[in-house]
């Protein structure tokens, strides 16, 4: 049967379309034939690679049209402030220490107190052999009597003209030399005697009854640890966040369930050019007598800091001008430049113009451009 004139005359347009689609649908598979059947050697992967990569003339991009925005992951931005917990080792010290030394050489005739023993200011100590001592304070003691019998009489016979003005005057000075004997001889006596300088706890004695001691000889020591001053050091770049009254923690080894709460009492005037620390001390409560003198402590020391806008560690980036996050202003991405201070928890503290609350592009910054329209798909807070 031949066909009828409408079908031939609808025939080209047709033919052209269904000839059009076909040759778009054939153009892969002639690629790959050609190559496979031409001479040069040519793998089958690349041939795949170049089917894959082909697209149709009616999916391409136009020309001049605008870029599709990005995807992104954000997160706000929060305040935090930059708060620092110190953790160093101290040294702890009686509030008052001291170690016993006799004034003068000498034998020890008297040991009056136990290792432990609380003694008050002034409790003789010990005390050294004073014999000759004493008989030379009681001989100063019998030439100032005698001098003062003959100054008053001397002193009696004024105005009769019996004895000279400068007779008299040489009594009264022989009066004033023998009485600053007798305070030397006294005096020579109270140096063989070591007492107590404030009130404490004696520590083990060093000497015992019949020693021969020296200036240079330890005796004992003696504590008043009712309160233990202790000595840290803090690195100089905080040392304006240290100041007076601040509290402070410490822990001990032979305690190690124990906090023990004090506050800094003093700040040293130096820092020291070497190892850039600056000394503090603070005071310990010691009312259980539970610390001693000499004992380490690990000290624990809050210094508050001042309020910083804090991002995710992924949300800075690094360039040609320093550090910087992506912020997101209005559906566009804004570089905004910022100074990271520390970095705490997964999160930065920086300095800059960013604002609290803005949001900020923490995934997805690798196609990011200044004022490029982006698409948030997530939040990474």
Not at 99 to 114: D, Y
Not at 352 to 361: A, N, P
């Amino acid at each position: 049967m031949r066909p009828s004139s409408s079908t031939c005359q609808t025939a080209p347009h047709l033919g052209a379309q269904v000839l059009a689609s076909r040759a778009a649908a054939a153009a892969p598979c002639f690629v790959c034939t050609t190559l496979l059947r031409s001479a040069r050697p040519f793998t089958l992967a690349a041939a795949l690679g170049l089917v894959l990569a082909w697209t149709p003339p009616s999916q391409a991009q136009a020309p001049g049209a605008t870029p599709s925005a990005p995807p992104v992951i954000v997160a706000p931005s929060t305040e935090a402030r930059d708060d620092v917990t110190l953790n160093v080792i101290g040294n702890g010290m009686a509030r008052q220490s001291v170690t016993l030394h006799p004034a003068v050489a000498g034998e020890v005739a008297q040991v009056n107190f136990r290792t432990g023993q609380s003694v008050k200011a002034g409790h003789v100590l010990i005390r050294l052999v004073d014999r000759s001592e004493k008989l030379a304070a009681d001989l100063a003691a019998a030439r100032v009597d005698a001098a003062q019998a003959l100054t008053r009489r001397y002193e009696g016979t004024r105005g009769t003209g019996a004895v000279p003005e400068s007779v008299v005057d040489e009594a009264r000075a022989a009066l004033r030399a023998a009485q600053i004997e007798r305070e030397q001889a006294l005096e020579a006596v109270a140096d063989r005697v070591v007492r107590a300088p404030f009130d404490g706890v004696m520590g083990l004695a060093n000497v015992e009854l019949g020693d021969r001691v020296t200036t240079d000889t330890t005796l004992a020591t003696l504590d008043d640890r009712r309160a233990l001053r202790l000595d840290f050091e803090v690195p100089e770049a905080y040392l304006s966040r240290v100041a007076a009254r601040q509290p402070v923690t410490a822990t001990n080894p032979a305690y190690p369930q124990r906090t023990f709460a004090g506050e800094i009492t003093e700040v040293d005037t130096r820092v020291d050019p070497t190892t850039r620390n600056v000394r503090v001390r603070a005071t310990l409560p010691n009312n259980e007598d539970l610390l001693r003198s000499g004992m380490s402590f690990q000290v624990q020391l809050q210094l508050p800091g001042q309020a910083y806008v804090s991002v995710p560690e992924l949300a800075l980036q690094w360039g040609r001008d320093g550090a910087f996050v992506w912020a997101v202003r209005d559906g566009s991405a804004v570089q905004v430049a910022a100074r990271p201070v520390r970095r705490t928890a997964g999160r930065v503290l920086i300095d800059g113009e960013l604002k609290v609350g803005e949001t900020v592009v923490v995934e997805g910054v690798q196609r990011l451009r200044a004022g490029r329209p982006v698409r948030v798909i997530g939040n990474g807070s």
